[in-house]
């Protein structure tokens, strides 16, 4: 019996835990939700520019919280405050998932005011300077898609961002995923093997998705556009791959590093969305929109309840890759 088949077996047996559906249920995933940030909040709605502040400072929502730092618009101690909601994922404990996004503006530094805009669950946050700017866009929401950072560069080239995890967050290869692998899975779908493949037929791919020992039912994703993770040879384990994908490959268990493409973008989903069965995102760097409008017709595999010890990437860390040339362009 191959690998896979062996773990398709074991999959069967193996609890998993079911994402409320986005699709009915997403507004209610934001009920009272909202930002105060620089003394501004969504209550009252904001929009202009104000002084940028010497230090870090909080943007505090209900359900989520995190700070910035004004010099790069870097994010640190991004968390789940553990708020009540249908859609809550943390079981109502505070829980922290990012130590830190930073992005590498290599010399060119952000030194205008911030730009801020302020209302009801969402946050946009800008800062320019010579050649460089940076804006954060966050919704205030139990799950979704609800946070992403926009480089953008005069010279067109691309944004070194290291995502750093929080000491509980770890990095894992879905095995609900690994069950299916190579399989076409979506509502055009005729054939598991043959798909055709098509917007809602899809070809399951390995999954890297981010869980936390202090929340077993959360689940998140970094998602990518027109953004390329930089591979570190000394993490694994390297999963055994019939397809010749990569996401897993030479990925770490607490870091990851992507070049991202001035206009592209760096963000984080959670939920359903995290589980989705999806094709990649378009490659978009001017007046991109974030709906996908799939409507349900996309498979949700899901993840196990108790993440097994051999699907974590490890070791969690590794200077592999933060040194190395820039992905064209």
């Given amino acids: 019996m191959s690998p896979q088949r062996i773990l398709a077996v074991f999959l069967l047996a193996l609890p998993l835990v079911a994402v409320p559906a986005a699709s009915a249920a997403s507004s209610k995933f934001c009920d009272g939700g909202g930002f105060t940030v620089l003394g501004k909040s969504g209550a009252s709605e904001f929009r202009g520019t104000v002084p940028a502040p010497a230090g870090r400072f909080t943007v505090q929502g209900r359900y989520t919280r995190f700070d910035v730092d004004p010099a790069t618009l870097g994010i640190y101690d991004y968390a789940f405050t553990g708020s009540p909601n249908v859609g809550d994922m943390t079981g109502g404990v505070a829980t922290p998932v990012y130590a830190s996004k930073v992005p590498d503006h290599r010399g060119l530094a952000l ?110 994703r970094d998602s990518a556009q027109v953004a390329t993770r930089v591979r570190q040879a000394s993490c694994g384990p390297d999963f055994t791959n019939p397809l010749g994908l990569s996401e897993t490959r030479d990925h770490c268990g607490a870091t990851s590093v992507w070049d991202v493409a001035s206009g592209g973008r760096m963000g984080m989903v959670t939920g359903e969305d995290a589980t989705e069965v999806a094709n990649p995102p378009t490659p978009c760097t001017t007046d991109c929109n974030a709906g996908n409008g799939v409507n349900g017709r996309l498979a949700v595999l899901g993840f196990p309840a108790t993440v097994p010890a051999d699907s974590r990437l490890t070791p969690r860390t590794s200077p592999d890759g933060l040194d190395s040339p820039l992905t064209a362009p």
């Fill in 111 to 220: 030194t205008g005011g911030i730009d801020l805009r302020v209302r009801k669950e969402t946050v946009e946050i800008g800062r320019a300077g010579s050649g460089v700017s940076m804006k954060i866009t966050a919704k205030d929401c139990a799950q979704g898609g609800i946070f992403q950072m926009e480089p953008e560069r005069a010279d067109g080239t691309r944004t070194r961002i290291v995502h750093t995890l929080a000491d509980n967050a770890f990095y894992y290869d879905n095995p609900a995923f690994r069950a299916q692998l190579g399989q076409f899975l979506g509502s055009e779908c005729t054939s598991v093997t043959a798909g055709p493949p098509s917007q809602f037929c899809v070809q399951v791919t390995p999954r890297v998705n981010i869980g936390s020992d202090a929340a077993p039912k959360l689940v998140l």
